[in-house]
């Protein structure tokens, strides 16, 4: 809504008020449109246009918001009109631009029947109450002003439109004004264009109607002309300058940011979030002093660059600056100062340079001069060494797992394959001989039955091993299959009451070596607790949850000793060879392995993080 207008009464007395055209006091029928770029322009249009009426008897409906209807009553009274008679003959109708077009509104859309009914009884109303012959009526509408300003701009057009039907069955003189100001986007010109078409008149600024000759006509148009060309320029510079900043903000390798006179920081180009680690809306509005050491802040360091670029126009150093984590870095650093045309300091740009490693390695030489330089190329080459020896370990590591994983598998399928083949084979025999021997053989029936009994044994035991040397359920049905599976199996074999907590149906398939890893730390875990725990149970927790597959077993035993906990990252290393190939299994696939113990039981957590693809993709072949 408008501000509230002030009142100039005395002005207005001494105003002349330029002519209008003739449709505009009423003499015939028309549909106007003013853009005005000040409140009060629009009243000085509007008040002479409702006076005119009011004083040939004719009537007027103003329909606009309240500070507008407040500001027209103090003009038209400074014109000499007599409202409060206008308004008791019905002449003059005064209503709420808001609350009028709600009447009408269907879901932020103009209904045509709802706007012919509301406004055509307003306009009858209106030329009933006129006097006189004929009877007349002008009217001021603001709600497409309203419709406008929401951003509803078919709406605005659509209003227009309905405005211009019902002109078709009613006669009435209407004038729309809208703010100039709001029509500032490029993509406003054809809604522009569009509101003009729908109009019989489109009336200029104030100024620009009172020019009355030729002269001044074509003094204004060469006027506008230049206006335009300089728009125009203008706008390509602002271009140009949009061009300018987008590649200053995709520059990496310097920071290239603006500060203002006080030194806070205005602008954050990429390359600044890289070397100084502030996202902008973490820096922008901070004084750049955020970047010194605190003994260079305590010197007044940064208050004495931004004196030196204002006075010389330019500053240049190196020295230490602190990014956003603490850490430090040699920095380049110029700044410059920025005048607007009037040669005022308006801010300064600044461009840093990362220079560490260039530092570093001329300190590197200067100290080779010192004969300091081999105790640091050895160092160097040392903690490279030991870089190198560290990754070699942890491939050799990543290799010795898979080795193991492949012969547990080749273990595991030759023991079925061919040692529980031969035991089949050997039962199978077995009790044949039973069957065809002699039923008075007392003596060899039990022992065939012995020797059957330690085959079948053999079997189960075959079977057992090689299903956790390599589960065929895990590689053929994966992790949701296969812990049910081998918890049932320990339960039998241990004695151990296992419970498992319910894994979600839409578990899916997980990378082979995830199912993999996951499983042998489950089985790792579980032969602990069988092992040294004394738990008479087992609890099992399985879940996926922001892209982390997590396993958690615990335990209701004796605990692990609180200084194997205290020891930390050798903790794995105390508590035996499984615990450390399950922790290296977790590094492998960036994972992690978490041991805790309270005295009363023991917790193993693992989570391994994963791609939503790779789960997609089901295990890896």
């Not at 001329?362 to 560290?390: F, P, T, W, Y």
């Not at 339960?491 to 151990?496: D, F, P, Q």
């Amino acid at each position: 809504m408008a501000p509230r207008l002030a009142s100039n009464a005395s002005a207005s007395k001494d105003a002349h008020p330029a002519p209008f055209p003739a449709w505009f006091t009423g003499d015939k029928p028309g549909h106007a449109v003013q853009f005005y770029k000040e409140d009060q322009l629009l009243i000085d249009t509007l008040a002479p246009f409702a006076a005119a009426a009011l004083g040939r008897g004719d009537s007027a409906v103003i329909i606009a918001t309240k500070p507008h209807r407040e500001a027209l009553v103090e003009r038209l009274a400074s014109l000499g009109s007599d409202l409060a008679a206008a308004i008791e003959e019905g002449r003059y109708i005064a209503l709420d631009a808001a609350e009028t077009m709600a009447k009408f509104m269907v879901d932020e859309w103009p209904n045509a029947a709802r706007f012919d009914d509301v406004m055509g009884q307003i306009l009858d109303q209106a030329e009933a109450s006129a006097k006189g012959q004929p009877s007349r009526v002008v009217a001021f509408g603001e709600m497409v002003t309203l419709l406008w300003e929401q951003g509803k701009i078919e709406a605005t057009i659509r209003l227009e439109e309905l405005w211009n039907d019902l002109a078709k069955t009613r006669s009435f003189s209407l004038y729309c004004a809208y703010p100039l100001g709001t029509f500032n986007r490029s993509e406003h010109g054809e809604p522009f264009l569009k509101i003009c078409a729908e109009h019989s008149r489109v009336v200029p600024g104030h100024s620009y109607v009172s020019l009355l000759s030729e002269d001044d006509r074509m003094r204004t148009i060469a006027q506008l002309e230049q206006k335009t060309h300089a728009l125009e320029a203008e706008a390509a510079l602002r271009r140009s300058e949009e061009r300018f900043q987008l590649l200053v903000e995709s520059v990496q390798d310097y920071a290239i940011f603006m500060l203002d006179t006080e030194g806070r920081v205005a602008t954050w180009n990429a390359g600044a979030q890289r070397i100084k680690g502030y996202a902008a809306s973490e820096i922008v509005g901070r004084h750049f002093s955020c970047f010194y050491l605190q003994e260079d802040i305590d010197s007044r360091k940064p208050e004495l660059a931004l004196e030196a670029a204002a006075k010389a126009g330019r500053f240049e150093n190196e020295g230490w600056r602190v990014r956003k984590d603490g850490s430090r870095f040699w920095a380049n650093v110029i700044m410059t100062a920025l005048h607007d045309e009037a040669g005022r300091l308006c801010g300064f740009s600044k461009i840093t340079r990362d220079i560490t490693e260039t530092m570093r390695a001329d300190e590197a030489v200067k100290e080779s001069n010192q004969r300091l330089g081999a105790e640091i190329a050895e160092r160097i080459i040392a903690e490279r060494k030991l870089h190198n020896s560290e990754r070699s370990l942890r491939n050799l590591s990543a290799q010795l797992l898979r080795a193991q994983d492949e012969e547990r598998r080749r273990f595991g399928r030759e023991l079925h394959d061919s040692v529980g083949q031969c035991l089949a084979v050997l039962k199978m025999g077995l009790d044949s001989l039973k069957a065809d021997a002699a039923p008075n053989r007392e003596q060899t029936q039990r022992q065939l039955t012995e020797c059957l009994d330690l085959a079948e044994q053999a079997i189960r035991e075959v079977r057992t091993i090689s299903y956790l040397l390599h589960p065929p359920m895990l590689e053929e049905m994966g992790l949701s299959t296969a812990i049910p599976w081998y918890l049932d199996g320990f339960a039998k074999r241990s004695g151990i009451h296992t419970t498992l907590e319910t894994i979600p149906p839409d578990f899916g398939r997980l990378p082979r070596d995830i199912e993999l890893a996951t499983f042998r730390v489950l089985q790792e875990s579980l032969t602990n607790v069988h092992r040294h725990s004394e738990s008479p149970t087992a609890h099992v927790r399985m879940a996926i949850q922001d892209g982390i597959v997590s396993l958690e077993v615990r335990d209701d035993g004796i605990g692990i000793p609180a200084d194997i906990l205290e020891a930390g990252a050798d903790a794995a290393g105390k508590l035996g060879v499984g615990l450390q190939g399950m922790n290296e299994r977790m590094r492998q696939l960036g994972g992690t392995l978490e041991l805790l113990s309270n005295g009363k039981g023991t917790t193993v957590r693992a989570a391994i993080p994963f791609r939503a693809s790779e789960r997609a993709a089901g295990p890896a072949s």
